[in-house]
T-cell receptor, first 117, second 115 residues
Framework: DGGITQSPKYLFRKEGQNVTLSCEQN?????MYWYRQDPGQGLRLIYY???????QKGDIAEGYSVSREKKESFPLTVTSAQKNPTAFYLC????????????????FGPGTRLTVL | AQKITQTQPGMFVQEKEAVTLDCTYD???????LFWYKQPSSGEMIFLIY??????QNATEGRYSLNFQKARKSANLVISASQLGDSAMYFC????????????FGTGTSLTVIP
């Protein structure tokens, strides 16, 4: 089955530690995204990548870093510079707009809930 | 300016009744797509329905329909015959042709279905 996997589902870390969230997709999508969601809030874009070895900052990139060495993988590192990292993190992927057509959408992973103690 | 506005933080609906969730959008791009997603308490984002800016007819997917009023820049989601399992957060989103790969999300509406 094609889809997006995120691991782990729950993650606990001590304050000041860097932590990396995994995101893998086998949908052969070029574009991948990371969102942060706080309780009762909408999705805020952290980073997105349109092709391998290229990525752009979203609205709240400070304190986060990403890499895109492979098409299938888009890991997110939450660094110690992120002031309030406790949140729900969602990874997503999509095909390019020009190819999307009437079945356009983003496909989401199940999310990782990060708690910093 | 907000790209997507959802003005209803919370909504209640009686089981088996229909409910409309509001969404307005802001874009100057003639080519765009509009989406609705459902997020149950488990956190997963479930795609519900898509409407393209050039589509002449309102999109429908089972009990979901999208009331697309282009001149008003609104894309309201209509859920017919509500079920208890419809209780969730609902997000409206947009993708513009110009910016291509970036999706813009609203702040969401929490729907509660009352038995």
């Amino acid at each position: 089955d094609g889809g997006i996997t995120q691991s782990p589902k729950y993650l606990f870390r001590k304050e000041g530690q860097n932590v990396t969230l995994s995101c893998e997709q086998n949908l052969n999508h070029d574009a991948m995204y990371w969102y942060r969601q706080d309780p009762g809030q909408g999705l805020r874009l952290i980073y997105y990548s349109q092709i391998v070895n290229d990525f752009q900052k979203g609205d709240i990139a400070e304190g986060y870093s990403v890499s895109r060495e492979k098409k299938e993988s888009f890991p997110l590192t939450v660094t110690s510079a992120q002031k309030n990292p406790t949140a729900f993190y969602l990874c997503a992927s999509s095909i390019p707009w020009r190819l999307a057509g009437e079945r356009d959408t983003q496909y989401f992973g199940p999310g990782t809930r990060l708690t910093v103690l | 300016a907000q790209k997507i506005t959802q003005t209803q933080p919370g909504m209640f609906v009686q089981e088996k009744e229909a409910v409309t969730l509001d969404c307005t959008y802001d874009t100057s791009d003639p080519s765009y797509g509009l989406f609705w997603y459902k997020q149950p308490s488990s956190g997963e984002m479930i795609f519900l329905i898509y409407q393209g800016s050039y589509d002449q007819q309102n999109a429908t997917e089972g009990r979901y329909s999208l009331n697309f009023q282009k001149a008003r820049k609104s894309a309201n989601l209509v859920i017919s015959a509500s079920q208890l399992g419809d209780s969730a957060m609902y997000f409206c989103a947009m993708r513009e042709g110009i910016t291509g790969n970036q999706f813009y999300f609203g702040t969401g509406t929490s729907l509660t279905v009352i038995p």
